[in-house]
């Protein structure tokens, strides 16, 4: 039993120190090097496969100096009006979400989390809530943004969100709901993109719903606060 333990705690030992190489090896990595797949997008194809459905994955990247301003504006406007201001978490937002969600007592909760917390989530875990994520998506938001920073990982964020059913990212959105690159997407379409992110495989950009049309005029309401954003 002493050895079985000792053998137990020496592998665990050497797992943690390999994941935690390899993680910080991937976060460098992928600071020059565009992700090709993210953890979602092969659960997806899965869930396609499993159900009978055609496969479908249109993921096109574009960078993000070539990308109209006008998406990742809104996206911060509506997903993290600190973003360019805090480093990885919005603990005020926190604080707010812990009391809403307190009221709520088990009922839709609210999330707080940021850009930086989402792209970390996307790009290297699952999307199964659960505390061992949370841990390990506090420790790559880290990471990013001290290894990536604020204009990596908006572009990364933009280039892989689900947009639709088997749609990531905001070239293929901007090309499948509007006929255009993101590059020419105008101010009110990058807001009905950004309106349907909370439940991409529910709404439609291009036939938004009465609720679609209020989440965007709130959008461009508050880009017009927020105005251009200084990498």
């Known amino acids: 039993m002493k050895k079985f333990l000792l053998r137990a705690l020496n592998f665990f030992k050497y797992f943690i120190i390999i994941y935690f190489a390899s993680s910080l090896f991937f976060v460098i990595l992928y600071k020059f090097i565009n992700p090709p797949v993210t953890p979602l997008m092969i659960i997806r194809v899965m869930e396609q496969s499993w159900s009978g459905q055609t496969i479908r994955l249109q993921h096109k990247w574009i960078d993000l100096d070539n990308m109209s301003p006008n ?23 926190i604080e707010k979400a812990k009391e809403f969600n307190a009221k709520k007592q088990g009922k839709k909760m609210r999330g707080a989390s940021t850009i930086s917390q989402q792209t970390a989530k996307n790009v290297f875990l699952w999307p199964q809530r659960s505390w061992v ?13 001290f290894v990536w920073g604020k204009k990596r990982i908006l572009e990364v964020y933009l280039n892989i969100i689900e947009t639709g059913n088997g749609i990531y990212g905001a070239e293929s959105a901007s090309q499948k709901f509007f006929g255009k690159s993101a590059s020419k997407i105008s101010r009110g379409e990058s807001a009905l993109i950004v309106a349907i992110l909370p439940n991409p495989l529910k709404w439609d950009p291009a036939s938004p719903t009465p609720y679609i049309r209020g989440r965007q005029q709130w959008i461009l309401w508050n880009m017009n606060n927020i105005g251009p954003l200084h990498y």
């Open 71 to 93: 998406l990742p504006l809104a996206v911060v406007a509506s997903e993290d009006n600190l973003f360019m201001e805090h480093s990885g978490f919005d603990f005020e937002s």
């Open 133 to 145: 994520r949370k841990g390990l998506e506090v420790y790559f938001t880290v990471l990013i943004e």
